[in-house]
């Protein structure tokens, strides 16, 4: 059973159909690519499942649940979580507090009762946030505030913050922009301990490189609709993706 | 002496309610309502000891429920209400309060003689404090074991996650969404949370200056309100309270000698203040490099 | 009924004040979208600065003080961009609000230093003419004020839509780094903005002045609430609305106090925002792509 299903999903903007028609199923354990031009509405597709927009028509299914009536904040406790392409660090809070503020799980709820999440002290929770600074290398720069940190440092805090909440699909906005190829070959291997952790990802993405070399899956979108769907070894050989997107035949 | 201590006692209660209008600046909304709530306590409170013979201790209880549950109400409201909309929706509701105590008219006969607010008049010989023979510094140590109560809760706040959950709120609404935050429950809390603040200020406002009327609690007292916060820097609770010691106590009272100009000063002072230091005076780098220097801790900002 | 339709119509002639200070904050805000808090204090000042003409020739005509509050607006409104708005830096909305504010609270000290606290007459002018229908009476000195406040607004719409600055104003408002990039001037774009709204409320101040008889400087304070509430009744940054919901603010005003008093009004006025604030937020003209 399909983690999670778009069924017939659209989205307009006034006249623009950023999203249309679109179907996709992403199974658990999956590490699921989506990519497309500029403009393509992948984002868009990721703004969608979080919850940003609402959907014009279609329907978003989640563990079986209708995502429809969730309010985004909702949907997050649900074990969805994201990044976004250009980073939304809390710039004025510490690396710490970033992570803290996440600590949002239906699994933290569970483990500590609502006085000790919301006024208790940092020692409750120091050994799930000491696992995440640990993970992405920002151990040594926990009291730095955000707005501080080198731009790679930025997206490492980034994709930490989303793993904070202990989601069961993260969807990764363009987590490469930037990188260069040492950083994308560091992004990669984390992605890989993320799925090995239980974590099922969707990674929409330009950087090529980062794209064939991680996923299992891949769609392909263009002018919101998916143009091709497979492996990437089958979706470098599409003549129609290589036409759209690609580079032709040359 | 009592002169300082009566400097002490404003100063403490304007500390008050600059906290109350900090905490909401925290989750980065922008509430002119701040005197509003402070005159409900200040009526509510008032009213429970003269009219009703309470003693101090619970009337200030209900003047600091009334405000939040005010603040509250209008919590849910300010939701919809964005950024600079909601300086007016506040200023317009600050106002809609003042007016509405300019109105109102409760007076009780004790004694043979009639006691209570009366409209335009105010509301006069709120007496408990000098008729339960009180010092001036009695009175003054009271008010400020109740300030640094509220600093402290808020202190604490600001060093466990709801802190930086407010500050997340108001930095990013969109990322805090995105993390799980619920912001209708964090943005109403604060706002509750300031509305007993305030009420608490103005409850004690009431008895140590025995009359109060609408005209306090107009324009003026909401831009104070704001100021202290603002000009002290958002980085933590201890910028209010430098700032209301720094404006009550320097400005107004070190420069009594410039008579009237006073007031004029403290306008002339703000436009300076946000030309020169728009973030404040404590906000969180200059906080982070006070922390260096006394050998930082790991944790909270 | 015909008290209704007379109060009503005084309203309305009188709104065209409020229309002008709505239009002042609303056009601040549309294109630097910030709030100029001290916009009405200004505005009173400016009327103020007005009188000074006559303290100079004792028996100069109405007109000539209009003219002199219409100037010092101008140069109030100069002066308050320099003091709130050219230093504080834009990603910085809480220090130039807070700057607007202490602006207010310093013009207001200034005019009661000045006077003393004491209500000062204003001319007024065709205050003897009364055109009458019946019972029903148009006061000429309201009908001066609203005709003065038409010409203003479609000075200002000429303004916008007919010359260079108003390209250049509007397409500030619109894209701020485009309109850079385009190698208009935003600095100057802004304090012209600020200069012709002052303009604006000056002649404002002088015709609320010159229908009331008087100026005070408890006038202040209502009138920042009023024009704020005209501004958001019409929707932050439409020039249209603001207009209309001065109108309106004007008309139900005066009804009001027909009917219920001039203590209770205001507290009316303040709950038709909050009624406007929760159905509609967006006012009654949300201009169309509006940066938020």
Known sequence: MALLELKNVSRRFGGVRAVDGLDLAIEPGQIFGLIGPNGSGKSTTVNLISGLFPLTSGSIVFQNEDLDKLPTHLRLQTGIARTFQNIRLFGQLTVWQNLWVAQNSPADRAKRGFFSRWLGGQSGVREEISQL?????????????????????????????????????????????????????????????????????????????????????????????????????????????????????? | MDFYFGLAQIIGVHTLIGLSAYIVLLTGQVSLAQAGFFAVGAYVAGMLTVLAGWAILPALAASSLLGALVAGAVGFPALRVKGLMLVIATLAFGEAVRLFFFNFDYQVAKGGVKLGPLGGEGFRQIRYFPENGWTTMDVMLFIWIFVVLVMAILWWFDRSRYGAVLRAVGEDELAAQSVGLNLTAVKVSAMTIGGAIAGLGGGIYAHYTTHIEHASFGILLATFALAYPILGGLGSVFGTVVAAIFVQGFLIEGLRFLGDWRNLLFGALIVLAMNVRPKGFLDAPTLQWIRRLFGGKSGAA | MLDLL?????????????????????????????????????????????????????????????????????????????????????????????????????????????????????????????????????????????????????????????????????????????????????????????????????????????????????LTTPLTVKGLIVTVIGGLGSIPGAIIAGLLVGGFESVLQQYRGVTERDLYVMLLLFVFLVFRPGGLFAPKGGRD
């Open chain 1, 133 to 250: 600074l640990e993970f992405s290398g920002l151990a040594h720069r926990q009291d730095e505030l955000a707005a501080n940190l080198a731009f790679g440092e930025q997206r490492r805090l980034e994709l930490a913050r989303a793993l904070a909440t202990r989601p069961k699909l993260v969807l990764l906005d363009e987590p490469a922009a930037g990188m260069n190829t040492e950083e994308i070959s560091q992004l990669r291997e984390r992605i890989l301990k993320i799925r090995a952790q239980g974590t099922t990802v969707l990674l929409v993405e330009h950087v090529m490189e980062l794209v064939m070399g991680v996923t299992d899956r891949i769609a392909v979108l263009n002018f919101g609709q998916k143009i091709a769907e497979g492996s990437p070894v089958e979706i470098q050989a599409d003549a129609a993706v290589r036409k759209a997107y690609l580079g032709g035949d040359a």
């Open chain 3, 6 to 218: 007379q109060s009503t119509s005084d309203g309305i002639l009188f709104g065209a004040t409020y229309a002008l200070i709505g239009i002042g904050f609303t056009l601040v805000f549309g294109v630097m979208h910030k709030l100029n808090l001290s916009y009405a204090a200004a505005s009173v000042g400016g009327a103020y600065c007005g009188l000074l003409v006559l303290k100079v020739f004792a028996g100069a005509p109405p007109l000539a003080v209009f003219f002199c509050a219409f100037l010092a607006g101008g140069l109030l409104g100069y002066v308050v961009y320099l003091a709130c708005f050219h230093f504080i830096p834009i990603s910085n909305p809480l220090a130039t609000l807070m700057a607007t504010v202490g602006m207010l609270l310093l013009i207001d000290e200034v005019i009661v230093h000045q006077t003393d606290g004491m209500p000062l007459n204003y001319p007024a002018m065709f205050d003897d003419v009364m055109l009458r229908a019946g019972e029903f009476t148009l006061r000429g000195d309201l009908l001066m004020v609203f005709v003065v406040s038409i010409l203003c607004m479609a000075g200002l719409l000429a303004l916008l839509y007919r010359t260079r600055l108003g390209l250049a104003t509007r397409a500030v408002s619109q894209q701020t780094v485009a309109a850079q990039l385009c190698g208009i001037r935003v600095g100057q774009v802004n304090a012209m903005t600020f200069v012709v709204t002052g303009l604006l409320g000056g002649i404002a101040g002088a015709m609320i002045g010159a229908s009331v008889g008087t100026l005070s400087p408890l």
